[in-house]
Each structure stands twice: as structure tokens, then as C-alpha cells.
């Protein structure tokens, strides 16, 4: 019997390791693959201004990329945290009415957050394209990219302003700050770092995000002059370069550029939950 | 007759030193309790009688600790070593399962398997525990709804049901009310004749109530290691006195 | 004078909050008025059972059975390769793992996650493809990659939430390291771990870049692990753009299939949970 | 000692994989094996024309119509993407423009004919469709400047590098320098030569914003209609209903190429065969006898 329980460690650490050495494999198999397609091709051409048939230049797509993720970014922020502090702050803990709506939003939250982003691009396409005739548009990209993050920088704010100890507002509260006061100058500034590694959390979903743009903001490859014009982001690029087909080694280039930026949002993030962390 | 022989055993928790230098025989078949303030190492020295210092961070342990002269630091399987030793903690930890599942949880451990064995295993854990009636019609119902008098004699009733040879207690009723301190102290004189117990406790009436010998720690050394009884009556050292009066904490 | 401002902010919290229903209700709704007429005119049986689509031809036929099954198939396949590796994984990373290489092995499964899917559809095309072929086979492996990371960090958090004197307890009675928390934490962590396998269906279901380019789009009932299948997403990727009147709206059906899927499954997950509190 | 324990069969797995790549393209052509046919998507406008030209579809009595192509058809959006499938599977078939063509496929013969534009021109090659620029009766004035600029001498000279240009009086362009904007919206077939179109044009009448969405003609064509574009492309002929919306003006003609994997023996097909192929009534490469 004894044989047995060490025969059962010896297989459940054999698993464990063996699934983590996996799934680190994987990611080094991804990563080196694209680094290995992509590096070789990423030339300053690639940077130019102006993209045309024969320079494929992802610049266009860079600079829209960023271009959308301020707009989605500042359309769902405010939104996100206004909805947080409402959950945590003033939602009346106990009244049954407002529990019924806590309730209610939350599963609205988590329900958005489940639904695919074809869906979100479909709904982009019914709602701000045609019905509001935005047309095809970095604004009906934004607001639909907007709505997907929504849920996403609400629970990120919402853990964030929860983590804040209750010490801090009942000190505010026995000043005479009132609600609002205390809100803006207490909660929120401490939460801040909470909120920030969610809103980049929020801006790595943007960044990666390809089926709901290529039905709302479509795949023009220039710099839009203003909202209203289509455009494409790194993501949308390296799916139309795929499709072309004529420029594959760009795309490689392209996935190492989103990469790199995917990367940098991760460490940012990190620093900023470290920051909540280590102290209000 | 000796269950557990201590020599120069000094443990450490990364730079602190939590046990100095301990000599000390335990004896089989009856009740050894270690007080002392707290912070002073009776807890660290319970955890290293069943190796449960190996999971804390940073521990080092020197010396050596027999159990029935055994080694205990040397080749003896730890998880067997945890079998014969027991073990009940301060805060009450049944299982998120079922009363029943809590119990049969050691003896499916150890290869039990049978459900007529685990059945009887379990009614008579329980029955030791003095807590057969109380749960005899709740076993499929979770543990985690009984009361915190309730839930430690389950935990004392999971030990038993792995049939140890030693029971250690580290501060079992500190978290409980005085009725329930009072059914385990009267468990405990009756589990005398089966399990060598040692206890630790902060509660020194409980110690001279239920013990037949009694240590006294202080910054991680034994002070005074005598019968309960001459303990408090005539302390041989000063600080044992100072402390057993109450002078300090 | 404060309170005007207390009063009119209180009120443009709750509005924000209602934003998030505002959405949802807006989605709902543009995808019913688009999409019911369609099962209407198609006949939901026809169209939720029907096993030919040619939308092209004349009289078109529009079944989207394939594509469910192509769906269920490719998320099924997700899950037995994703899950097991990502628990197990969340084990390793809560349980065994050394301090020093946790340092890198946390922020590799977040990059993980925060890798595009266009990037992973590419990495399958070239890698996974040649090998398997453009099956369901391809598709799961690569799905089941992207949810690795989903199911592995919110399964570490729900194990990390156990308390640890449930593991001293079992470790005190003679169990080892792995049966401690293979029998008794991972056990208690079900509720959070059972999330992250939710979240992971949702996730594999819900994914269209990554499919399109592996699995093959063939619009026909699954054959063999070996062959390739459609998925509800791919059809409607393959075919929006240029899907006309009675074709565009079964694709809106088809998306409204999708999304009445992943209602109930999230609906189905928050009744289960609160059943076991 | 337990780490190295389980390292090995994860390796092993790996390596397992590697070798599968490689072994893969290193054996020689096994004609016994499954031929795997590659179509395009539905709407694609070189799918349509490829059906068209190798008589893929029964029409019924009642001016039905039905696409016969094998079920068993791995479908690709794009063309690259169809090229990649094809250059990534060696017992594999698919078609694509001729202005597409690369080396990493090959194309074969039809009917004895190469596919080129010299043949296209000829009529010896078979498999050929029109490029057509869809427009309505109102469209704008910077509309019908570029259409004629696609049409004079330096726009045909721009398609006759890829593709076959349309013999006709090909003027050189004269036109004014209209300005604004315009969307040309459709076949991915057709997209590559619109920008160099566009490209071209550009440089005449900087003025001139030309927005290009590349999706498939009959995207292309619905989009004019409903007025998101100003130019419609597609790669085959109008349906009826499109005819009474919009003016076809033919640009280009193109040729549609049969490709293969570069390590495929075959070289020749005849339209029959391919016929054959696509309605699944062939299925191994051992029935082309070469």
C-alpha cells in the first residue's frame, strides 16, 4: 500500500511538470516561430509613411491601431469606472432593489463579456454602419471595440476600488467630505493603479482584436484623416496581407511588430498591479 | 517508557533561532502539555515531532528527535511518520466535504478501500470523539455546517480514524467556547490509555486540569520539564513561577 | 449646495452602470430584428437542422446543423486538449512550483494570452497544418493553445484562494504533497476552476481568425477527427461580405444561434454556482 | 532525478512533430493518396467564373441553378490564403488568377495550353473571365475621370504587365483633374490591380482621394447598388438583377489558373478532368494517368 501512494505522487508530478514544460514549449514554439518568419523582414521600409501596393508598410496600421485604442479607450473608461464606483460605492448594500440591479448588471457584465467578437463585428456592422450610417469607420470600430472592453475595465475598476480598505472612507466621512469628495479624492487615486493594469489589460484585447474591425472600421491601408474614414489596425493588416497572399513575409514582420507590442502592454500592467500592491 | 527522545535539537526560521538546544524524553500513555508566552517555540517544537516544519518556508532543523527510537529525520517514510502522529490544529479545519468524507479521507489514504471497513472506521472514530450521536443522521451533510465545538472533535476524530500511536494538540480549544473547551478536555483524559497526547496551550488551568507532565518554554528553551503536579505547586525556577502566577503573559 | 452635485452624479453613476444593460439590450435587439425573419422564412427546424447550406444556388438551402456540429466538434476538441494541461498546469504553477521559476513562467502564459489570434491562425496554417492537415484536429490544438492560458491563470487564482490549513490538514494525516491537493484543494477550488473551463468554452466557441485559416470551412457534417469542419463563426466570416437580403440574414441567425448559445451556457454556469453555495 | 523523469516524453512528442514536418515533403509523390481539392468561398467572384468555365453547376428546367462542387472541399477566403493551403499540401489542387501567380505553386496545362496571356489572347487557353467596374447612371464626375483613365493607353499599359488589357482605340489619357473622394469596393481578384491603378492615377490627379475595400464581387456589386461604393469590381459576369442596376464596363480579362503543389507530377489536365476533380466524381491522384 505504502508503494502505492508513492507511485501516486511519483505519476501527479510527472503530470504537473510534464503540462507546465508543455505550455511553456508552446509558447517558446509560437514566439520563436514568428520571431524567426518575421525578423528577417522587418526593414525600414516597412516603416515608410505611405502604404502602397508594391512598399507594404504597416506605419498606417501602427498609427491607427494607436489612434483606436485612444478612442475605444476613452469612450469605455469612463463608462467602466463610473459604472465601478457605482457597484461598490453606491449600490445600497443592503436595500433589496438596488441588490436586484447590482445583480442585474453584473450578469449583463459577465454575459458581455462571453459573447465572441464576430458577434460584436456583426453588431458593429447592423448598428453603427448601416443603421446610424457611420459608414465603414475607425469611430464605428471604436465604438464597438469600446462596448467589448466595457466589461473588462468595469471589473478591473470594481476589484481595484474594493481592494481599497474601508478605514480610508469612513476617515474621509468623519471629516464632513461628503460622498462624492471622498469618491474622487480618496478611492479613486488609491484604486488608480488597479484600474490602470485594467485598462491595459483593455488596450492588449484592442490591440489583438481583428473580426470585429474588419466589419466595422474595414481595411483601408492609409492613415485616416478623421474619424469617419476607414482604416486598419496591425492586427486587420496582418489578416488582409494573409489574404493577398502576395506579401506573407510582411505579415510575419507585422505579427512581430504586435508581439513586441503585446509585450510591452503586459510589463506595463504588471508594473502598475505591483504598484497597487505594494501599498495605496 | 519513552515515546519520543529529544537531543540538542535547534531549529531555525530563516535567521531566527526558534528552538535552542532541547533535551527532553516524552512519555508514553499520558498527557504532556507545553506552555509558555506566546512566541516562545512550543509550537514549532510540536511541528517538528511530525515533520510538519518541512512545508514552513526557510526551516532548518540539528539534532535528532527518536520516536520509539526510530529517527525520525533519518530514512522513516514522512508520510508514515505523519500516520502515527497525529495531529489537531488551533483553528478547527474540517474538509469542504462531507462529515463521512472527512473521516474516511485517512483511511482511503492509506489504502482503505472497502466500504463496510471505512463504515465501521468512521462510526468508531466518531464514538472515540464522543460525537457519534450528534452526527450518526448528518454524515452526507457537510462539515462545514457544524459548530466549532463540533468541527474539532471531527478533526480529533479524522486523526484517530488513521489509528495513530501520538496525538498532537497545538492549542485545540483556543478558538472555542468554554463548554466545548470543557468535552474535549474530558475527551482527552478518556483517549489517555489509548494515545501518548501532547498539548500545547496558553490556558494554564487546562494544563494542570488534564496533564501529567508539563514543560515550560521561553525564548525557545526548556525552562522546567516536571510532573503537573509538582509544576505548580513547587516551581522550581523563578520564571516558571513568575509565569505560572501570572506576573507576565 | 454640494448635495445638487452629490445628487446629479449619483445619477450619472447609475447611468454609466446601465450602460453595460444598454449595450446588451441593444445587441439582443439588432440581432433578433435581423435574424428571427430569417428563421421565419427558412423555418427554424429547416434551418437549425437543415444539413445543406448553398446559399448560391437557386432555390438556396440554408441548414446550419454542420456548422453547430463543426462547432461543438473544434470547442470539444479545444477543451480535451486545453483544460487537463491548463489545471494541471495551475497545480504546478500554485503548488510546485520554484520561486525563481515562477518568475518566468507566469509572465510567458500572460503573453500567452495576450497573443493575437490572427498571429496564432498563422502559426497553425504553417506549423500544425503541414502535420495534421486542415482538420478538426488542427483547429483543436490550436484552440486549445489559446485557452491554455485563459484556464490556467483563473484556475491558479481559485487554487491559490484555498485556505492552507485544509493542506496542513491532510498532510497531517499521512497524505502526500499531490494527493493533499489532488483530493482535497482542487476539490474545494471546483466553483472557480469550473469558470475557467466556462470561460474557455466561451473563448474556443466564440473564435473566428484562428479557425477560418485551419479547419478547413468544409460545409458538411463532421467526417473524421483527420478531415476538416465549419464553425458557426467561420460561416459567418466566410460569407458576410457579401451575403445579399434572404443569405444575409440566416448569417445573422447564425450569429444569433451563436450568441443564445453562449447565454446559456454563461446563464446555465451562474445557476450551477449558486446552487453549490 | 523525478524532473528529467518526465522531460523525455514531452520531447519525445516534440521531436515527433518535427519529424512529421519534415519527413512530410521529403517523400517522394504517392499518387495513391487523396487528391485534396481547394475552392474559394461562395461569393468570390473566381470562384463563380471557375464554375462557369468548367461547367461545375446543373441548371434545372426551372431556371434553377445548382453548384455541384464536391462538399468535401477545403474552402479559403482569400487568395493567399488559398495559395498558402495549396504550397502547404502536396496532394492538393486549387485555382486562382492568373495574375496571382507565384512560384511557390505551380500551374498546369488545360487542354494543352499554358496558362498565359499570350494564350488567353489566342483563345488557346481556355479558362479566361472578365474584370469588369461597375457603376451607376449618377456616378460622381471623379468616377468616370478614373474609369477613363483605366481605359486610355496608361491605364492599360499599368493592366497589361499582370494581366490581358482590352484591345480597343486606347486614346492617351486626357482628362480633367477632378478632386474629392471615392470608394472602389470588391473582388480581391481585382484589388491588386486597382491599386495600381490607383497608384497611377494618383500621380496624374493628386486631387483625388481613392479609397479601396477589398472583400469579393458580389460584395463589390451589392455595395454600388446600395451606394457604399462608387466602383464596383468583380471578377465575373452580372447576374440578370445586377445588369438592370448598374453599367458594366470591362477593364481587363484574366485568366484563372488550375494549381498544383510544386512536387506534383501532373502537368497537364483537360477541362473534363478538372470537372471530374471538383464535383468529386475523382478523388485519387492515381486516376490521372500522365
New interface residues.
Given amino acids: 500500500m505504502k508503494l502505492k501512494?508513492?507511485f501516486?505522487?511519483r505519476i501527479?508530478?510527472m503530470?504537473?511538470?510534464?503540462?507546465?514544460l508543455?505550455?511553456?514549449l508552446?509558447?517558446l514554439?509560437?514566439?520563436g516561430?514568428?520571431l524567426v518568419?518575421g525578423l528577417p523582414h522587418i526593414k525600414p521600409s516597412l516603416f515608410s509613411a505611405a502604404y502602397s501596393s508594391d512598399n507594404v508598410s504597416l506605419m498606417p496600421a501602427l498609427v491607427s491601431t494607436i489612434i483606436m485604442t485612444f478612442m475605444s479607450i476613452l469612450l469605455a473608461v469612463?463608462?467602466?469606472?463610473?459604472?465601478a464606483?457605482?457597484?461598490v460605492?453606491?449600490a445600497g448594500r443592503g436595500t433589496l432593489r438596488a441588490n436586484k440591479?447590482v445583480m442585474?448588471?453584473r450578469?449583463?457584465?459577465?454575459?458581455?463579456s462571453?459573447?465572441?467578437?464576430?458577434?460584436?463585428g456583426?453588431?458593429g456592422?447592423?448598428?453603427f454602419v448601416s443603421?446610424l450610417d457611420w459608414k465603414f469607420s475607425m469611430l464605428a470600430g471604436a465604438f464597438t471595440l469600446a462596448?467589448m472592453i466595457?466589461?473588462l475595465i468595469?471589473r478591473s475598476s470594481e476589484e481595484a476600488l474594493l481592494a481599497v480598505p474601508d478605514m480610508y472612507r469612513e476617515g474621509a466621512f468623519g471629516l464632513g467630505a461628503?460622498?462624492?469628495?471622498t469618491v474622487f479624492r480618496i478611492v479613486l487615486p488609491s484604486a488608480m493603479p488597479g484600474i490602470l493594469a485594467g485598462i491595459i489589460l483593455a488596450t492588449?484585447r484592442i490591440?489583438?482584436?481583428?473580426?470585429a474591425l474588419?466589419?466595422t472600421a474595414g481595411t483601408v491601408a492609409q492613415i485616416p484623416k478623421n474619424p469617419m474614414q476607414s482604416a486598419r489596425t496591425l492586427?486587420v493588416h496582418?489578416?488582409a496581407l494573409?489574404g493577398e497572399g502576395l506579401h506573407v513575409n510582411e505579415?510575419?514582420a507585422t505579427?512581430v511588430v504586435?508581439?513586441v507590442m503585446?509585450?510591452i502592454?503586459?510589463?506595463a500592467s504588471?508594473k502598475s498591479a505591483k504598484k497597487l500592491a505594494g501599498g495605496a | 517508557m519513552k515515546c519520543f527522545e529529544i537531543e540538542k535539537l535547534n531549529l531555525h526560521y530563516g535567521d531566527f533561532h526558534a528552538l535552542k538546544n532541547i533535551c527532553m524524553n516524552i512519555e508514553k500513555e499520558n498527557i504532556t502539555s507545553f506552555i509558555g508566552p506566546s512566541g516562545c517555540g512550543k509550537s514549532s517544537l510540536l511541528k517538528t515531532l511530525?515533520r510538519?516544519n518541512d512545508?514552513a518556508e526557510g526551516c532548518r532543523i540539528s539534532g535528532d528527535v527518536k520516536l520509539f527510537g526510530e529517527d525520525v529525520y533519518g530514512d522513516m517514510d514522512v508520510?508514515?511518520?505523519?500516520?502515527r502522529v497525529?495531529?489537531v490544529?488551533q483553528?478547527p479545519?474540517?474538509?469542504?466535504?462531507s462529515v463521512y468524507d472527512n473521516i474516511a479521507?485517512?483511511p482511503r489514504?492509506?489504502g482503505i478501500k472497502s466500504k463496510y471497513e471505512l463504515d465501521k472506521i468512521v462510526e468508531k472514530a466518531l464514538q472515540d470523539a464522543a460525537i457519534w450521536n450528534e452526527l450518526k443522521d448528518r454524515l452526507k451533510k457537510s462539515a462545514l455546517g457544524l459548530s466549532g465545538g463540533q468541527q474539532q472533535r471531527l478533526?480529533i476524530a479524522?486523526?484517530m480514524a488513521?489509528s495513530p500511536e501520538i496525538l498532537l494538540m497545538d492549542e485545540p480549544t483556543s478558538a472555542l467556547d468554554p463548554i466545548s473547551t470543557g468535552k474535549i478536555e474530558e475527551l482527552l483524559l478518556h483517549l489517555k490509555e489509548a494515545y501518548s497526547i501532547i498539548i500545547v496551550t496558553h490556558n494554564m488551568q487546562q494544563a494542570a486540569r488534564i496533564s501529567d507532565k508539563t514543560a515550560f518554554f521561553l525564548f525557545g528553551q526548556v525552562i522546567e520539564y516536571s510532573e503537573t503536579e509538582s509544576m505548580f505547586t513547587m516551581p522550581r525556577d523563578k520564571r516558571t513561577e513568575d509565569y505560572i502566577t501570572g506576573r507576565f503573559g | 449646495m454640494?448635495?445638487i452635485?452629490?445628487k446629479v452624479?449619483?445619477r450619472?453613476?447609475?447611468l454609466?452602470?446601465?450602460?453595460?444593460?444598454l449595450?446588451?439590450a441593444?445587441?439582443c435587439l439588432?440581432?433578433f430584428i435581423?435574424g428571427i425573419p430569417a428563421m421565419a422564412k427558412i423555418g427554424a427546424f429547416s434551418f437549425m437542422l437543415g444539413k445543406e447550406w448553398?446559399?448560391?444556388?437557386?432555390?438556396p438551402l440554408f441548414g446550419i446543423l454542420p456548422m453547430i456540429a463543426g462547432s461543438l466538434y473544434v470547442t470539444a476538441g479545444a477543451i480535451i486538449i486545453g483544460v487537463?494541461?491548463?489545471i494541471?498546469?495551475a497545480?504546478?504553477?500554485s503548488k510546485?512550483?520554484p520561486k525563481k521559476l515562477y518568475k518566468f513562467?507566469k509572465?510567458?502564459?500572460?503573453?500567452?494570452a495576450?497573443?493575437?489570434?490572427?498571429?496564432?491562425?498563422?502559426?497553425g496554417?504553417?506549423?500544425i497544418?503541414?502535420?495534421f492537415?486542415?482538420s478538426i484536429l488542427s483547429a483543436s490544438i490550436v484552440l486549445g493553445?489559446m485557452i491554455?492560458p485563459t484556464v490556467?491563470g483563473i484556475s491558479e487564482s481559485a487554487i491559490r484562494a484555498v485556505?492552507q490549513?485544509?493542506?496542513?490538514?491532510?498532510?497531517?494525516?499521512?497524505?502526500?504533497?499531490?494527493?493533499a491537493?489532488?483530493?482535497?484543494i482542487l476539490?474545494?477550488a471546483n466553483s472557480g476552476v469550473l469558470a475557467a473551463v466556462i470561460?474557455g468554452v466561451?473563448r474556443a466557441?466564440?473564435?473566428?481568425?484562428a479557425v477560418?485559416?485551419i479547419a478547413?470551412?468544409?460545409?458538411?457534417m463532421p467526417v473524421s477527427l483527420f478531415?476538416?469542419v465549419?464553425t458557426l463563426?467561420a460561416n459567418?466570416?466566410?460569407?458576410?461580405?457579401?451575403?445579399?437580403e434572404l443569405h444575409r440574414e440566416a448569417?445573422?441567425a447564425t450569429?444569433l444561434v451563436?450568441?443564445v448559445f453562449?447565454?446559456v451556457?454563461?446563464?446555465g454556469f451562474?445557476a450551477l454556482k449558486k446552487r453549490i453555495k | 532525478m523525478n524532473k528529467t523523469v518526465c522531460l523525455l516524453p514531452v520531447i519525445a512528442a516534440l521531436a515527433a512533430?518535427f519529424y512529421?514536418?519534415s519527413s512530410?515533403?521529403l517523400a517522394s509523390f504517392d499518387r495513391a493518396k487523396d487528391i485534396?481539392v481547394v475552392s474559394r468561398?461562395?461569393?468570390s467572384g473566381t470562384r463563380?467564373a471557375f464554375i462557369g468555365i468548367f461547367g461545375i453547376e446543373a441548371k434545372s428546367a426551372d431556371?434553377?441553378?445548382?453548384?455541384m462542387s464536391t462538399?468535401?472541399?477545403?474552402?479559403?477566403?482569400d487568395t493567399g490564403?488559398l495559395m498558402?493551403?495549396i504550397a502547404?499540401?502536396k496532394y492538393s489542387i486549387g485555382y486562382i488568377s492568373l495574375g496571382a501567380l507565384n512560384d511557390t505553386i505551380k500551374a498546369v496545362q488545360i487542354e494543352g495550353a499554358s496558362a498565359s496571356a499570350a494564350n488567353i489572347k489566342n483563345g488557346s487557353y481556355p479558362a479566361a473571365r472578365p474584370f469588369y467596374i461597375a457603376t451607376k447612371a449618377d456616378a460622381s464626375r471623379l468616377a468616370n475621370d478614373f474609369i477613363s483613365f483605366i481605359l486610355s493607353l496608361d491605364g492599360q499599359a499599368v493592366v497589361a504587365k499582370y494581366y490581358v488589357d482590352v484591345d480597343g482605340s486606347a486614346l492617351a489619357y486626357s482628362g480633367g483633374k477632378a478632386s474629392g473622394k471615392i470608394v472602389v469596393g470588391g473582388s480581391s481578384s481585382v484589388s491588386p490591380v486597382m491599386e495600381k491603378l490607383k497608384e497611377a492615377y494618383i500621380k496624374i490627379n493628386p486631387g483625388a482621394t481613392i479609397e479601396i475595400q477589398q472583400?469579393?464581387?458580389?460584395?463589390g456589386l451589392?455595395g454600388t447598388i446600395d451606394g457604399n461604393f462608387d466602383i464596383g469590381m468583380a471578377s465575373r459576369e452580372f447576374k440578370d438583377s445586377e445588369k438592370e442596376k448598374l453599367i458594366a464596363t470591362l477593364i481587363a480579362v484574366d485568366g484563372i489558373a488550375i494549381i498544383v503543389h510544386k512536387d506534383n507530377p501532373v502537368s497537364s489536365l483537360t477541362k473534363e478532368q478538372v470537372n471530374a476533380i471538383y464535383t468529386g466524381r475523382i478523388s485519387k491522384w492515381s486516376c490521372i494517368h500522365q
Fill in positions: 501512494n508513492k501516486y505522487e501527479m508530478a503530470l504537473c511538470w510534464s503540462a507546465a508543455s505550455s511553456v508552446a509558447l514554439f509560437i514566439v516561430f514568428i518568419k469612463p463608462l467602466g469606472m463610473f459604472a464606483i457605482y457597484l460605492e453606491y440591479s442585474l448588471i450578469i449583463t457584465a459577465e454575459t458581455l462571453g459573447i465572441p467578437s464576430i458577434v460584436y456583426l453588431f456592422l447592423l448598428f443603421f462596448i466595457l466589461p468595469m461628503g460622498k462624492l469628495r492588449g490591440v489583438g482584436e481583428t473580426a474588419v466589419y492586427s496582418m489578416y494573409s505579415g510575419y505579427a504586435l508581439l503585446v509585450i502592454l503586459n510589463i504588471a | 511530525n510538519m512545508i508520510n508514515m511518520l505523519r500516520k497525529g495531529m490544529f483553528k479545519n474540517p474538509f469542504p466535504m479521507f485517512g489514504t492509506h478533526c479524522r486523526a488513521v | 454640494t448635495s452635485k452629490e452624479m449619483s450619472v453613476f447609475l454609466s452602470a446601465l450602460s453595460t444593460v449595450a446588451l441593444l445587441i439588432f440581432l435581423n448553398s446559399p448560391s444556388d437557386t432555390p487537463p494541461i491548463g494541471l498546469t497545480v504546478f504553477l510546485s512550483c513562467i509572465p510567458g502564459m500572460d503573453l500567452l495576450g497573443i493575437p489570434s490572427v498571429v496564432l491562425g498563422f502559426f496554417m504553417a506549423v497544418v503541414p502535420v492537415g486542415e493553445i491554455l490556467t485556505p490549513n485544509y493542506y496542513e490538514g491532510a498532510v497531517a494525516l499521512g497524505a502526500g504533497h499531490y494527493r491537493v489532488f483530493k482535497v476539490p474545494a470561460l466561451g466557441i466564440g473564435e473566428t481568425m477560418i485559416m478547413g470551412n468544409q460545409a458538411r478531415k476538416g465549419r463563426t459567418i466570416a466566410l460569407e458576410m461580405g457579401y451575403a445579399a448569417l445573422i450569429a451563436l450568441f453562449i447565454l451556457i454563461n446563464l451562474a | 512533430v512529421g514536418c512530410a515533403s485534396s468561398e461562395d461569393g463563380i431556371g434553377g441553378r445548382k453548384d462538399k468535401e472541399a477545403i474552402i479559403k477566403k490564403v498558402a493551403a502547404g499540401n472583400s469579393d464581387s458580389s460584395s451589392k
